[in-house]
């Protein structure tokens, strides 16, 4: 194995470097660990570790990545290579016992090895643990290695783990360090535009150019999104494996692709949500006459007390509380199909106006 094969891989990282050895030591010795756990923010990648490792588990050649059977594990194809991944949210007991633990009980075509890898493995459910963890210690054949994937390995049992050699994977550019950017983004958008109401600078045009940003950066998420998704879906199709199993995993995907679309957006827009709501609890503090101290942010401090507590009218605070319960109650409905732009534009409005 190469570490410069692996898709997304940082190649200068001393623990992926380690890893690399490692797993190069063992395929070498021939003494290859019956269960992997490999973890890192990057599930493609992380695939992509799996499928060359089992392609020096079944090659001749040590995984030349050319010859037939390396072309075949690539692409999903070989007879004693299984990919079990969870349709919905979790791997359901009957996706487990007909696709897996059939498919475990055969013999193996004519490799020396049989390999099952395991995707998104933290989602199993305490039943599936269960059963998974009586495999793990006593395997229905020497020959079956578990390559488990996981993003989250906080998630996974440690009765799972301590039967795995664990490798953790550091990558380079990967979905969530694009989230993270785009949430940064709009994060410091919102403080722009908060400190431009607070110094009464804002007018009602800059509160609609504000959402109307928002909305696009959550738009070109989800154009990132489609694309990865698409990658998905062609990686799925080219798998051949029966088309029953194939036209449910693509369902899936679909599912999967809809919630982890709805999930980004939500946690944008809440994040500005308490952005806004920091502020306006700094605005309520100074009126009722507290020091830096309690804010959110000191350097709110001579702004706002310069432009909010200057012939303070008695109903005023009062306005405050209606736009932090309107934060709060749009806050709680993001779940539901609620427009943001729409909620945002309002909120902000009314603040500028306050
Ligand atoms: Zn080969």
Known sequence: MEIKDIEFLDNHNRENILNIKLLNHSLEKKNIAHAF?????????LLNIALLL???????????????????????????????????????????????????????????????????CETMTAGIADRFLKILEDPPGEDLIFILL????????????????????????????????????????????????????????????????????????????????????????????????????LKDAEESHKREKKKFSNLIIAHVFDIISAYVEDIMVIMSGFGDKFL???????????NYCDNMKDNRISRFNDIQSKIALNRKSLTENINYEIALDRILAELVFA
């Open 37 to 45: 756990l490999f973890s890192g923010t990057n599930s493609d990648g």
């Open 54 to 120: 089992s392609c020096g588990i079944f090659c001749n050649d040590g995984g030349c990545l050319r010859c037939k059977v390396c072309k075949n594990v690539l692409n999903l194809k070989h007879a004693d290579l299984f990919l079990l991944k969870p349709s919905g949210a979790s791997l359901s007991a009957e996706e487990f016992r007909k696709d897996f633990e059939q498919k475990i009980n055969k013999k193996a075509t004519n490799s020396l090895h049989r390999i099952t890898i395991i995707q998104e």
């Open 150 to 249: 996981s993003e989250n390995l906080g998630a996974i049992r440690k009765t799972i783990k301590s039967r795995c050699q664990v490798l953790n994977w550091h990558f380079n550019s990967d979905f969530s360090s694009e989230y993270t950017f785009k949430l940064e983004e709009a994060a410091s958008g919102t403080e722009v535009l908060l400190m431009k109401i607070i110094s009464r600078k804002a007018d009602i045009e800059d509160v609609l150019d504000f959402s109307s940003g928002i909305d696009e950066m959550i738009n070109k998420l989800s154009v990132e999104m489609n694309e990865r998704h698409k990658k998905e879906i062609s990686f799925i199709k080219k798998s051949g494996m029966d088309e029953e199993y194939i036209s449910r995993l």
């Open 296 to 306: 959110n942010r000191k350097n709110n401090y001579e702004v706002i007390y310069k």
